[in-house]
Each structure stands twice: as structure tokens, then as C-alpha cells.
């Protein structure tokens, strides 16, 4: 939104997107929602994941893409793996299926020698 009462020479992309409630077929904001949204823009500051104040030069510069992705850093909600632990489980895995395996072909051994 333009402010002719602002004194900075930037503009303020704020990431609302995750910033409602699903409702059936409409999402709603909540008042909590609402309340976040206009207090970044009350506060015009940087706020992680959420919104950035960002100098109109540097816009400018970006051919003057006002995409909020542009500006707004994604959070990175994938989960990190420990490679080396799920190794290890995998490995665990494969020595019980073997020695599972090792029983099964010794019960159907049996059977088979009983008949």
C-alpha cells in the first residue's frame, strides 16, 4: 500500500499466504491472522518468513518484479535426515529379514521333510 506519509524510500511485500484458516470451500483470516498482517505493516520492519522492507532501488534493480516470493524468504519446512541413522535402520532392517528368511526356509524344510 502507498503511504504518502511515509518518510523511507521503500516498500514493504509482506507474505500473508500462510496466513488463514481453512473453512470449507473459503479460507478465512482469523482476527489473529488480521492482527499479524497490520502489525508488519504498522511496524514496517523485516520479519523472518514473513515480511521484508525492501529499498525501492533494489527493486529497481530486479526489473521491478514486485512478486512477494522476490523479496519474502520461503521458510524450509522439509524435514532433515540423518543419513547415517537411517543407514544404520536400514542395515537392521536387511539383518532381521535375513534372519527371518533363515527361519521361514527352516520351518518349510520341516514341513516339507514331515509329509
Same mark, same amino acid.
Given at each position: 500500500?502507498?503511504?504518502?506519509?511515509?518518510?523511507?524510500?521503500?516498500?514493504?511485500?509482506?507474505?500473508?499466504?500462510?496466513?488463514?484458516?481453512?473453512?470449507?470451500?473459503?479460507?478465512?483470516?482469523?482476527?489473529?491472522?488480521?492482527?499479524?498482517?497490520?502489525?508488519?505493516?504498522?511496524?514496517?520492519?523485516?520479519?523472518?518468513?514473513?515480511?521484508?522492507?525492501?529499498?525501492?532501488?533494489?527493486?529497481?534493480?530486479?526489473?521491478?518484479?514486485?512478486?512477494?516470493? +522476490?523479496?519474502?524468504?520461503?521458510?524450509?519446512?522439509?524435514?532433515?535426515?540423518?543419513?547415517?541413522?537411517?543407514?544404520?535402520?536400514?542395515?537392521?532392517?536387511?539383518?532381521?529379514?535375513?534372519?527371518?528368511?533363515?527361519?521361514?526356509?527352516?520351518?518349510?524344510?520341516?514341513?516339507?521333510? +514331515?509329509?
Amino acid at each position: 500500500m502507498l503511504k504518502k506519509s511515509k518518510t523511507d524510500n521503500a516498500t514493504l511485500f509482506i507474505d500473508a499466504s500462510a496466513e488463514f484458516v481453512r473453512g470449507g470451500n473459503k479460507n478465512k483470516l482469523t482476527e489473529e491472522n488480521q492482527q499479524r498482517i497490520l502489525d508488519a505493516f504498522t511496524a514496517r520492519m523485516d520479519a523472518e518468513y514473513f515480511a521484508r522492507l525492501v529499498p525501492n532501488a533494489e527493486i529497481a534493480e530486479n526489473d521491478y518484479n514486485i512478486a512477494v516470493s +522476490s523479496y519474502v524468504e520461503q521458510e524450509d519446512t522439509t524435514e532433515a535426515v540423518d543419513i547415517t541413522a537411517l543407514n544404520a535402520d536400514i542395515a537392521r532392517i536387511v539383518a532381521r529379514q535375513t534372519e527371518l528368511r533363515t527361519q521361514i526356509d527352516a520351518i518349510v524344510a520341516d514341513l516339507e521333510g +514331515s509329509s
